[in-house]
């Protein structure tokens, strides 16, 4: 959540990404940062276990979602 308000605050748009047992947690950090709007994309837990190749089966799978919170327009 640090990364992407500090990008947000330069004008970058981001999209923090972390598994889902940590939503309400990175949801905390990015109302204490000062960016509330900010909502974590979530992906199925555990990670570190993963190999390489369901790590990134994983991240396409989340692939379509990035891309259109990258490039909404302002509601």
Known sequence: ???GSAL???GVPSV???TEVFFAAGK????VLGHSDLEPLT???PIQ???PDQIRERAEGAMEEIVARLTK???
């Open 1 to 3: 959540m640090h990364d």
């Open 8 to 10: 947000e605050e330069r």
């Open 16 to 18: 923090a990404v972390c």
């Open 28 to 31: 905390v950090q990015a109302r």
């Open 43 to 45: 992906v199925p837990h």
């Open 49 to 51: 276990s993963l190999t």
């Open 73 to 75: 327009t302002g509601e």
